[in-house]
Every structure is written in structure tokens, then in C-alpha cells.
């Protein structure tokens, strides 16, 4: 009764967060006394089998099929739903990314399972019974508030909330098997047709910065004091939902709970009243700094740094003394 | 063409969440409540497509009765029908509505429109919900009804007697390509909903609602109770005012190792 952890990878490429599904799925194993497998799905992800190991992998099940050389909803949820019908696996745990959460509905639907998604915590109250009570927290409202749930299920499926278990290396065996499945030709129907590559760079949900503009900035034409300090300091522009709403930026560049999740060194948030929104986007930002007039402001007080003040005055203030400094190093 | 869109009814929070005494909802007491921002977007693109390619155009909701409210929205810019399936706090409708019992009943309901009807070429729900956010209600209906279905789309162009979809990802843009009948999940930013005119919203009121008695199996996730996040511990350091605090700014930007 292995916990089987479904890998996220892009054509081989894997994605960071399945480590954090790893760390989640170890603790889940340690409590029911069990080993720690993983799932990969593709040829391309072969090569993934050694990250696996050293993050407590101690067999991985490699899926190979044509259908797999690139990312589709249903032919990896369907793979999903045969590599558990085939291992038996007591939990199956992705961590809560778009993809985690997608390929997991469409294998709970498969397996006409419950599946508990954005887990915060995870309790086990007996050790590998099969009465074993399952208590989790998961996140609502974008994590903003929890829900206590139980879960009763022949098959735990699960996805954790993506930046709330730590990725750390544990070795495990990394015995590598093949796993065969069958899937019907029609399942490429949402395999990804084509795809426009972005240029390389930095993403508001990789930056190590981010300069984020409220409806305190005005304007479209207000965000070129941001879009100067983010330049100076390599970080990337984001904004609030208001400021979309308005039309002055687009929902790219939104950070919240319908846009992007960040997690930079520091947050600079400017002009941001801190919605709820808002702020389950930014909260898992290392360091948060608030400019704002109004010290009351949700922003504000859940900050970790302010600055009571116009940002129209403190921005451009902060690109020169940045300058300054530079200018005499 | 014959396109659904399903919303939910949720409350509009600003900066705090509070939860009732009896931890099982949030206190909406002192709360407005409105579409859940992705299905609002998804209201608006079922309009734009009934508009661009013909057709009609229904909303269906499960909620509380209050939820006839949503409906009339989605009809006041421009759906042509309304579905409820109306739940209660006790009875056969009553109790936790987790999400499988939740796609059941929809794609039960579902089921019963299209057979006197006629089928939908594309059904529409938000990514996930604001509230509960369980990611899978319109997955397991599209899987209920063995129909294609692709979440978090940001752009949908009919053609061909298929959908073309865009979605977002880390490396650039994804375009999936489906056969209709087909099922997406709409992510705001797919366009700037309208406000509701007047002349819409007085129209709105005329639309027939359409009320089917939801019927789900309950499934294996069941909430305990709702919890509040831990408050943050420390207080704001606060480094200055205007634009003098600009050099405890960048000794802090130094500090933390982000002015290289």
C-alpha cells in the first residue's frame, strides 16, 4: 500500500513543485509505516527517475506512450486512473498546481473517486489499517480560510497546496519499473495541438522580485515609475484585480487569487489596499513591503516592511537612491 | 449553436473572511455575494459567442434559492435561458454538497435539458470556484457526459465543427484543439465582462426560470467545520514616510541581497 506520487513535468522538464508533493507524500507514508513511490508519464520524463530517488522515490513507475510525448488532460488523467488501478496505491498525492489539480480531477472522475484538493495538512489516525480515519486541511478561498474534511475513499487521491510543504532530499531505493497502460486513440482530443513559446526570462511566478501596483497608481501611464524599478532591480511589474478591472494592465500581470500566485524575495506593494483577492496571491512572498498612504490598510499591517507615503513620490525616490549607490560603487 | 454556462453564488469578501459560530459557512451577515469572477467571465464569453456565431445561450446554477440573483445577472447581459436547481438546509436537498454530489446533479440536470432540448455544442464553467475551489466540478461533468474538457482556458475561437482553446502555461501559451460537443473551464482575463444596461436589466426579470430538483450521491470528501488562518504574529516594521525612507529601502533591498 504504497503513497504514489504523480509527476508534473513539461516534454521531460520537470516541474519543481512535484517535490513538494514528494516531501507531503513521505510524511503520509512515514505515518502509515509505507514506502514512497512515483508516477512519471512520457519517455521524456525517464530522465526525471534520479531527481525522484534522492527525494525518497523508492520504486518509479514509468508510464511509455505515444499519447504521453506531450501534456493532455485526459490521456494523462486516464494513465493516472490505470496506474491505480493497477499498484493499489492507499493515497495518490500531485501537488495543487493547474496541471496537479486538472490531471487528478480527470483520474478521480475516471475512478469515480473523491479527491480532496489543496491540502494544507494531512492526518492519519491508525497506522496502515484500513479503518484508518483521514483528517486534512485544505485551503478555500485560495487560502485564505481552511476547511477541516474527512476523507473516506478505497484510494486517497490527493494534491497538496502548492508552497506549503518543503522540498528536502530523503534517498529512497529508486528501483525504476515499467508500467503499461492502454489508451484509446480518441484521447488525444486534448492532447496540446500547438503552443506559442514565450522568450526565456523571468515570469511574475518565478521572479525573485516583483513591483506590484494598486488602484492607487491612477493610470495605465502610472505604472512607468514601477515599470522603471522593477527594471533597475531585474524584478517583474504585477498588479491588483482593480487595476485589470480598469483596463490599465493586462491579466497577465495580475496577482491574486484568478491570477498569478507569487512567491518572490520581496513583494513591493504599491498603492495595494490588500483585498483578500489580493492577498492570498502574494502571501507566499518571503519578505512583503507595503507603500501606502493609508497606514491603516490590510496591506499595510500584514506587511512585514512599510512605507506610509504617495507612491508617486517613494517609487521614483527608491530607483534614484538605487542609481546613487551605483553610480558611487 | 447551443451554449451552457454554469456559475455559482458566493459571497464577495474585502479584506477579512469571518465563519458563523457553528463553524459550517462563512458569516455573510455584512456581505454582498456575486458570480464567482471566472463564470462571470464565462457568462460574458457564452454571450460573445451566441452573438458572433447565432444560437442560444443558458446559465445554470445549483445554490440556494438567493441564487435565482446570479441567473438574472447572466440574463441582464444577455443569456437567453435559466436553470436552478435550488438546495436547501435540509431535507433531499440539504446537507454538504461536496463535489461529487454537486457534478452529479449537474450533469444529471444536464442530461434531462439536452434530452428535451436538444445538446449543448459547448459547456462552460469558471476554473474553480472563489469559495470552495475544488477544482473538479466541470471535470467530472465533461467526464459524466464522455465529453473533451480542457480547464483554465483564456481564449476560445469556434471553427471547423471544433474549439480551438488557449491556455496559459510557464513556458508561453498552450492552443488545444477539441471536437464539439465540449466542455472548457473559463479563467478570467478570457475578457472584460460588461455591465448589465438598464434596458438589460428590466429584460432580465422576463426570462423564465427554468427549476429542476438537484439529485447527487454523496461523495467521500465531507468539510468538519471551517477554520480560521492564523493571524500574523509580528508587527509591521515600519521604515519611514514619503520619500525619505527611499535609503532604508534599498539598505533593506541590500540586506536581502536583491541589489546586484
Known amino acids: 500500500m504504497t503513497i504514489l506520487v504523480v509527476v508534473e513535468h513539461d516534454r521531460g522538464s520537470l516541474a519543481a513543485a512535484t517535490l513538494e508533493a514528494m516531501a507531503a507524500a513521505r510524511?503520509?507514508?512515514?505515518?502509515?509505516?509505507?514506502?514512497?513511490?512515483?508516477?512519471?508519464?512520457?519517455?521524456?520524463?525517464?530522465?526525471?527517475?534520479?531527481?525522484?530517488?534522492?527525494?525518497?522515490?523508492?520504486?518509479?513507475?514509468?508510464?511509455?506512450?505515444?499519447?504521453?510525448?506531450?501534456?493532455?488532460?485526459?490521456?494523462?488523467?486516464?494513465?493516472?486512473?490505470?496506474?491505480?488501478?493497477?499498484?493499489?496505491?492507499?493515497?495518490?498525492?500531485?501537488?495543487?498546481?493547474?496541471?496537479?489539480?486538472?490531471?487528478?480531477?480527470?483520474?478521480?472522475?475516471?475512478?469515480?473517486?473523491?479527491?480532496?484538493?489543496?491540502?494544507?495538512?494531512?492526518?492519519?489516525?491508525?497506522?496502515?489499517?484500513?479503518?484508518?480515519?483521514?483528517?486534512?486541511?485544505r485551503s478555500r478561498w485560495g487560502g485564505s480560510l481552511l476547511e477541516r474534511c474527512t476523507l473516506v475513499a478505497p484510494v486517497k487521491l490527493l494534491t497538496v497546496t502548492h508552497h506549503v510543504f518543503e522540498a528536502?532530499?530523503?534517498?529512497?531505493?529508486?528501483?525504476?519499473?515499467?508500467?503499461?497502460?492502454?489508451?484509446?486513440?480518441?484521447?488525444?482530443?486534448?492532447?496540446?495541438?500547438?503552443?506559442?513559446?514565450?522568450?526565456?526570462?523571468?515570469?511574475?511566478?518565478?521572479?525573485?522580485?516583483?513591483?506590484?501596483?494598486?488602484?492607487?497608481?491612477?493610470?495605465?501611464?502610472?505604472?512607468?515609475?514601477?515599470?522603471?524599478?522593477?527594471?533597475?532591480?531585474?524584478?517583474?511589474?504585477?498588479?491588483?484585480?482593480?487595476v485589470t478591472n480598469n483596463g490599465w494592465r493586462n491579466h497577465t500581470d495580475q496577482v491574486g487569487q484568478t491570477g498569478t500566485r507569487i512567491a518572490p524575495d520581496l513583494y513591493m506593494a504599491c498603492g495595494i489596499s490588500g483585498a483578500i483577492q489580493h492577498w492570498v496571491g502574494a502571501m507566499a512572498s518571503k519578505q512583503i513591503l507595503a507603500i501606502n498612504t493609508d497606514p491603516e490598510a490590510n496591506m499595510v499591517t500584514k506587511a512585514d516592511y512599510a512605507v506610509i507615503g504617495d507612491l508617486h513620490a517613494v517609487v521614483p525616490a527608491i530607483t534614484n537612491e538605487i542609481r546613487r549607490r551605483r553610480a558611487q560603487a | 449553436m447551443r451554449v451552457l454556462v454554469c456559475v455559482k453564488r458566493v459571497p464577495a469578501p474585502g479584506a477579512k473572511i469571518n465563519i458563523t459560530a457553528d463553524g459550517q459557512a462563512v458569516d455573510t451577515a455584512y456581505l454582498a455575494f456575486t458570480t464567482s469572477p471566472h463564470e462571470e467571465c464565462a457568462v460574458e464569453e457564452a454571450v460573445r459567442l451566441i452573438e458572433a456565431h447565432g444560437g442560444e445561450s443558458t446559465a445554470l446554477t445549483l445554490g440556494p434559492g438567493?441564487?435565482?440573483?446570479?441567473?438574472?445577472?447572466?440574463?441582464?447581459?444577455?443569456?437567453?435561458?435559466?436553470?436552478?436547481?435550488?438546495?436547501?438546509?435540509?431535507?433531499?436537498?440539504?446537507?454538504?454538497?461536496?463535489?461529487?454530489?454537486?457534478?452529479?446533479?449537474?450533469?444529471?440536470?444536464?442530461?434531462?435539458?439536452?434530452?428535451?432540448?436538444?445538446?449543448?455544442?459547448?459547456?462552460?464553467?469558471?476554473?474553480?470556484?472563489?469559495?470552495?475551489?475544488?477544482?473538479?466540478?466541470?471535470?467530472?461533468?465533461?467526464?459524466?457526459?464522455?465529453?473533451?474538457?480542457?480547464?483554465?482556458?483564456?481564449?476560445?475561437?469556434?471553427?471547423?465543427?471544433?474549439?480551438?482553446?488557449?491556455?496559459?502555461?510557464?513556458?508561453?501559451?498552450?492552443?488545444?484543439?477539441?471536437?464539439?460537443?465540449?466542455?472548457?473551464?473559463?479563467?478570467?482575463?478570457?475578457?472584460?465582462?460588461?455591465?448589465?444596461?438598464?434596458?438589460?436589466?428590466?429584460?432580465?426579470?422576463?426570462?423564465?426560470?427554468?427549476?429542476?430538483?438537484?439529485?447527487?450521491?454523496?461523495?467521500?470528501q465531507q468539510m468538519i467545520t471551517l477554520v480560521q488562518t492564523a493571524e500574523k504574529a509580528s508587527t509591521t516594521v515600519v521604515l519611514g514616510h514619503g520619500p525619505d525612507a527611499a535609503p532604508a529601502v534599498v539598505d533593506l533591498l541590500e540586506e536581502l541581497g536583491l541589489l546586484k
Not at chain 1, 482530443?189 to 521572479?207: I, K, N, P
Open chain 2, 66 to 220: 438567493d441564487a435565482e440573483e446570479q441567473l438574472r445577472y447572466a440574463a441582464s447581459i444577455g443569456v437567453d435561458k435559466c436553470v436552478l436547481l435550488p438546495i436547501d438546509s435540509d431535507g433531499s436537498t440539504g446537507g454538504d454538497w461536496d463535489p461529487q454530489r454537486t457534478s452529479d446533479a449537474i450533469t444529471t440536470a444536464i442530461q434531462g435539458i439536452e434530452a428535451a432540448d436538444g445538446a449543448f455544442d459547448l459547456i462552460l464553467f469558471g476554473n474553480e470556484s472563489a469559495d470552495s475551489g475544488n477544482f473538479q466540478v466541470g471535470i467530472r461533468v465533461a467526464h459524466g457526459l464522455s465529453r473533451p474538457m480542457v480547464n483554465g482556458i483564456k481564449g476560445i475561437e469556434l471553427g471547423n465543427g471544433g474549439v480551438r482553446a488557449r491556455r496559459e502555461s510557464e513556458t508561453g501559451v498552450e492552443v488545444y484543439v477539441l471536437p464539439l460537443p465540449a466542455v472548457l473551464g473559463v479563467k478570467e482575463g478570457i475578457n472584460l465582462p460588461r455591465y448589465p444596461t438598464l434596458k438589460g436589466r428590466l429584460a432580465s426579470k422576463k426570462v423564465a426560470l427554468h427549476v429542476v430538483c438537484p439529485s447527487g450521491v454523496v461523495g467521500g
Open chain 1, 168 to 242: 528536502s532530499t530523503s534517498p529512497g531505493a529508486g528501483s525504476v519499473l515499467p508500467l503499461p497502460v492502454e489508451l484509446e486513440a480518441w484521447l488525444a482530443r486534448t492532447v496540446v495541438a500547438e503552443r506559442v513559446e514565450r522568450a526565456a526570462g523571468v515570469t511574475l511566478s518565478t521572479a525573485p522580485l516583483v513591483v506590484g501596483g494598486g488602484r492607487g497608481v491612477g493610470s495605465a501611464e502610472g505604472f512607468a515609475s514601477l515599470e522603471e524599478l522593477a527594471g533597475v532591480l531585474g524584478g517583474v511589474v504585477g498588479c491588483s484585480r482593480a
Open chain 1, 27 to 137: 510524511r503520509v507514508a512515514a505515518d502509515l509505516a509505507t514506502d514512497v513511490s512515483a508516477l512519471t508519464l512520457g519517455a521524456a520524463a525517464d530522465a526525471v527517475a534520479s531527481v525522484l530517488a534522492e527525494h525518497g522515490a523508492d520504486t518509479v513507475h514509468q508510464v511509455h506512450h505515444d499519447l504521453l510525448a506531450d501534456y493532455g488532460p485526459e490521456a494523462w488523467g486516464e494513465a493516472v486512473a490505470q496506474a491505480v488501478r493497477a499498484l493499489q496505491p492507499a493515497a495518490v498525492v500531485a501537488c495543487g498546481t493547474d496541471r496537479g489539480n486538472e490531471v487528478m480531477a480527470q483520474a478521480a472522475a475516471r475512478l469515480g473517486a473523491a479527491l480532496v484538493v489543496n491540502c494544507n495538512t494531512i492526518e492519519v489516525s491508525a497506522a496502515g489499517d484500513a479503518t484508518a480515519q483521514w483528517t486534512i486541511t
